[in-house]
């Protein structure tokens, strides 16, 4: 069964950077694709970025792209999330999820989702 766990949030200033790191547990077959997402109050949850080991393809949301970066260290288990020049609105809590083979911006289509890992971007 699939297993995830977020860590690597905290409190930043605009401008600043934070790596996330989603570790899994059999996620990172090379049939897997991972997905960061993240939630605001009383926000729905939103697709950032994705990547697939089943074709090394990686995606980003207009909103992140140039300023977030996702990579893997499949012998680590883990898929990370580099962010950069962060924001006040990139205030949220952030997940990483599951499916199979390709990515997908679609919330619904993940089958399993960590329990998340607080962002706050604040002066």
């Known amino acids: 069964q699939v297993q995830l766990v977020e860590s690597g949030g905290g409190l930043v200033q605009p401008g600043g950077s934070l790596r996330l790191s989603c570790a899994g547990s059999t996620a990172f077959l090379d049939d897997a694709a991972i997905g960061w997402f993240r939630q605001a109050p009383g926000k729905e949850r939103e697709g950032l970025s994705c990547?697939?080991?089943?074709?090394?393809?990686?995606y980003y949301a207009d909103s992140v792209k140039g300023r977030f970066t996702i990579s893997a260290d499949y012998a680590k288990r883990t898929v990370y999330l580099q962010m950069d020049s962060l924001k006040p609105e990139d205030t949220a809590v952030y997940y990483c999820g599951w499916r199979m083979n390709w990515c997908s911006d679609s919330r619904s289509s993940y089958h399993i989702w960590g329990q998340g890992t607080q962002v706050a971007v604040s002066s």
């Open positions: 990547i697939s080991r089943r074709d090394g393809r990686r």
